[in-house]
């Protein structure tokens, strides 16, 4: 077996994993022991540039709701008028789940803040709010 601490632990999870059935609780288990693995593997410096990637994108992800919101701004999500139920969506695509509720009240704080703008349309007789790019 090679000295390579990052060999090592990339094996030690797909063995971990190896008798399961392929598919995304696979992957996401794979990823979760490795990055324990990695995470207990010590100071090589070549596991520390793999940790250090690993915590500049976690460290870069939005924590706020309004600031998950913005993020789909600047990805041109909002470029075509989107409904709340499609901002949902979007944001339960990602793993941030919130309650209809409590995204309505963040997205009426964006449009008074002018980040996003949002129009009253008719859709299959029922008026809803649909919001957009200002």
């Known amino acids: 077996m090679t000295d390579d601490p990052l060999v090592q632990a990339r094996k030690r ?12 609780l696979k992957t996401a288990a794979f990823q979760t022991i490795l990055g324990k693995l990695l995470a207990d ?11 250090t990637k690993v915590a500049t994108r976690v460290a870069s992800q939005p924590v ?9 701004k600047s990805e041109d999500f909002f470029k075509t008028q989107r409904t709340l139920s499609e ?22 704080a964006l449009v008074r803040q002018a980040q996003l703008r949002r129009e009253r349309i008719a859709q299959g007789g029922k008026k809803i709010w649909k919001y957009s790019n200002p």
């Open 87 to 108: 901002v949902r969506e979007a944001l339960k695509s990602r793993g941030w789940h919130y309650p209809l509720t409590t995204l309505s009240g963040a997205m009426q």
């Open 64 to 72: 706020t709701l309004r600031g998950r919101i913005l993020t789909f």
């Open 13 to 24: 999870a797909e063995r971990a994993v190896q008798g399961m059935e392929d598919g995304s």
């Open 41 to 51: 593997a010590g100071p090589a410096d070549h596991v520390g540039q793999a940790k």
